[in-house]
């Protein structure tokens, strides 16, 4: 029995959930790869890995990252942060997990703040019309959170009706997506303010456990901002157009279906746990390879009842887990090699920023002049689950 949640295909002409606005935020300051890796040799205690970590930072696909630790370029690697000490015999692992949430409880919060303000200014609202606020992280925890830091800043309703979604991975934004679709088309009044914000940077770790460094090689810090009202579909008929629509550039997104799939047997190869000194991602090498032999049946039960094939949808928003889960994706799926660049561009100049991400992505497909209307946010995450979003236009 398929384990897979499918929402009932809706018809044209009703309320279907749009996008409505969509901003990212990056830290002010960022790393080289290569200097990333310098700054990873000089805090290990271990010597193990010593010589490998360059080659290993180089393969990662992130050429740049952002970090919420980082001031100022211009000074030596290791003196730009003052967060993280090289490691010794008394203090081998690295800051507390008290304080690495310390710095989260500070410092996500502006953060997210100018991803969700430029949200609703995109979105030509203002903030006092929003009344729902749906916040994904799994970086950080504090209460009150990041919810409330955004009601004040933005000077959000007081009566505002809040969800959050944590601890969910790099697909949590898609689950927090499918929040909002079902409050907007249960009443279409509803205006909805999706904040994703992760802190990776905050969790290196100082190991030499393979997995452990593949993690610090990737990983890095964002935040992006949704608003998400209710918009009449434009379509005539019963069936999804995928033909040209160059010409729709700029029309807002709806989203049509979500789908979310647990693929059993897999619940060890991928994990995101809390340790003493800070959270421990672990990422099985064999991940790809499930998903190059799991995706596309998953993919196509799920589009078919839209009418659609995997060839009818004209972007792909992959979340780049890594270079090797893009490419085993789009192995997976057949798919053309220029539709693997978004997601590959936005590893190479941000890392791998978990929930966010994804939607990064979609904001540089939509700034695209794309040639097509129809488009599916695909991420994965801890279970090993695939989580993922179909958007049309026009």
Sequence with gaps: MSLFRLQTPIAR????????????????????????????QQLMLSKRWHDALPALYRKSGVKRRGSVLLGSEGVPD???????????SLHPSGPSTAARMQVFAERAGPL?????AAAIENAGIVASSVTHLVTVSC?????????????????????IQR??????????????????????????????????????????????????LVANALFADGAAGLIIGASPSSAADGELDSGDASELSGTPWEIVSTLSKWIPGTTGM??????????????????PSVIEANLENELA???????????????????????????????????PAEFLLPSQGVLAEHGNMSSPTVLFILERLSQQPLSA???????????????????RRG
Excluded at 178 to 192: C, N
């Design 13 to 40: 002409g009703a309320q279907l959930a749009t996008i409505l606005g969509l901003a990212t935020a990056a830290p002010e300051h960022s790393i080289a790869q290569s200097d990333a890796a310098i700054v990873a």
């Design 78 to 88: 290791l003196d730009r942060q003052s967060f993280y000490k090289p490691a010794d």
């Design 112 to 116: 997210l703040v100018r991803a969700c």
């Design 139 to 159: 970086t950080g925890f504090f209460a009150p959170g990041v919810d409330i830091a955004l009601m004040e800043a933005l000077k959000l309703d007081t009566n």
């Design 163 to 212: 969800t959050h979604v944590g601890f969910m991975g790099c697909h949590g934004a898609l689950n927090a997506i499918r929040v909002a679709k079902s409050i907007v088309e249960s009443d279409p009044k509803a205006v909805v303010l999706l904040g994703a914000i992760e802190l990776c940077s905050l969790h290196q770790q100082y190991t030499d456990d393979a997995q452990q």
């Design 270 to 287: 991928m994990s995101w746990t809390i340790g003493d000194h800070g959270f421990r991602m672990s990422l099985d090498p064999q991940v």
């Design 301 to 335: 039960r799920w589009l078919e009842l839209e009418s659609l094939r995997v060839s009818d949808v004209g972007a792909w928003a992959i979340h780049p887990g890594g270079p090797r889960i893009v490419q085993a994706t789009g192995s997976a799926l057949g798919l």
């Design 373 to 391: 209307n129809i488009c599916v946010l695909l991420a994965f995450g801890p279970g090993l689950c695939i989580e993922a979003v179909l958007l």
